[in-house]
T-cell receptor, first 109, second 115 residues
Framework: AQRVTQPEKLLSVFKGAPVELKCNYSYSGSPELFWYVQYSRQRLQLLLRHISRESIKGFTADLNKGETSFHLKKPFAQEEDSAMYYC???????????FGTGTRLKVLA | GAVVSQHPSWVICKSGTSVKIECRSL??????MFWYRQFPKQSLMLMATSNEGSKATYEQGVEKDKFLINHASLTLSTLTVTSAHPEDSSFYIC???????????FGPGTRLTVT
């Protein structure tokens, strides 16, 4: 069955520390994966998509098909990174998504 | 960038009444829109896919007669919660896909409280 797993509900790190938000998926087709972020009282917005292989706000994510993972990383966390992060998998041939349960990142001063 | 709006942002209704939530794509056309439900501190649960000019596609377990979806134009989809009950109280979010990138643009959400 198709599934996206984010094992951590809450991740607290100190400012300047490295951050890794975990995302694992289960999908029989060719996966397209995304990270979305929701800042306090704001709507969900795209952070990263795996096909772009880009770095946004210092965050990167690499698709590892062998480990079926798409972990989000940042070498030095900043307070403004505090938000809810969702990993999402897009079904092939459609725009439909499955979302993970989300990880709340708190960056402490 | 593309913007999706929702109206209202917050609605309170009495049990047994119906309430309509609108989702609009402001500067782009959307033949497909999605409706999600989000419980407090939980993830988004896809309820249905709204298709312009045809019937919506509902996810398993979602009552199509309770959550009526109409996608009457290329920029507007509506979700009507019929005969609302307190357990329908939730945060309802819509989204529309961007062109070709796989990205979705999300509305700000509508908080429904049924008393």
């Amino acid at each position: 069955a198709q599934r996206v797993t984010q094992p951590e509900k809450l991740l607290s790190v100190f400012k300047g520390a490295p951050v890794e938000l975990k995302c694992n998926y289960s999908y029989s087709g060719s996966p397209e994966l995304f990270w979305y972020v929701q800042y306090s009282r704001q709507r969900l917005q795209l952070l990263l998509r795996h096909i772009s292989r880009e770095s946004i706000k210092g965050f990167t994510a690499d698709l590892n098909k062998g480990e079926t993972s798409f972990h989000l990383k940042k070498p030095f966390a900043q307070e403004e990174d505090s938000a809810m992060y969702y990993c999402a998998l897009k079904y092939s041939g459609t725009y439909k998504y499955i979302f993970g349960t989300g990880t709340r990142l708190k960056v402490l001063a | 960038g593309a913007v999706v709006s929702q109206h209202p942002s917050w609605v309170i209704c009495k049990s047994g009444t119906s309430v309509k939530i609108e989702c609009r794509s402001l500067d782009f056309q959307a033949t497909t829109m999605f409706w999600y439900r989000q419980f407090p501190k939980q993830s988004l649960m896809l309820m249905a896919t709204s298709n312009e000019g045809s019937k919506a596609t509902y996810e398993q377990g979602v009552e199509k007669d309770k959550f009526l979806i109409n996608h009457a134009s290329l920029t507007l989809s509506t979700l009507t919660v019929t005969s609302a009950h307190p357990e329908d109280s939730s945060f309802y979010i819509c989204s529309a896909p961007g062109s070709g990138s796989g990205e979705q643009y999300f509305g700000p959400g509508t908080r429904l409280t049924v008393t």
